[in-house]
């Protein structure tokens, strides 16, 4: 995730650009919530942007990289740059506490440390019962888990920890 200690006004000024920019495979989500923006940086007053995505193959991160680029122009940027990096590889850690609230608001489990893919007990986000079930280990995106809940049936997305 970025660090905003000591960051100039005009990175402010484009943090807070990015915190409208939202994952399109979980619109609940900010690029911020994810934690995949590395860097912000102006060179020349073209500000170049480091992403680190999800997963390598993520199949979202054209469809990212544009609306970054859309909201900067909007904004007063002509002229962007983004970087991809894939290394260091992305980790939920990096995601904020915001964001694994969301999800949860959303209707998918959050990543938990505690659990990496197991048979049973990842907490519903729908009636936070922890007597659920492994359906698939790839649920709507190869980053989640399909899981159903015993206690409501309802059936739920983890967000599987990297």
Not at 20 to 31: F, Q, S
Not at 106 to 130: L, R, W
Request: net charge negative; charged share 25%.
């Amino acid at each position: 995730m970025v660090k905003t200690k000591n960051i100039s006004e005009e990175s402010k000024k484009i943090l807070g650009i990015l915190e409208t920019v939202v994952d399109p495979e979980v619109p609940a989500l900010t690029v911020l919530d994810l934690g995949i923006i590395r860097k912000i940086e102006l060179i020349n007053d073209k500000p170049v942007i480091t992403v680190t995505t999800t997963y390598s193959g993520c199949p979202a991160t054209d469809v990212i990289n544009t609306n970054i680029r859309l909201a900067l122009l909007e904004n007063g940027y002509p002229n962007v740059e983004i970087k991809n990096q894939l290394s260091p590889a992305w980790t939920t850690d990096w995601m904020s506490e915001e964001g694994k609230r969301k999800l949860k608001e959303y209707g998918i489990a959050p990543p938990d440390k505690k659990i990496t893919i197991v048979k049973d007990g990842v907490e519903c986000p729908h009636c936070n019962s922890q007597n659920t079930k492994l359906i698939s280990e790839f649920g709507s995106t190869a980053c989640k888990a399909l899981y159903q809940c015993n206690d409501c049936h309802e059936p739920f997305d983890y967000f599987k920890c990297h």
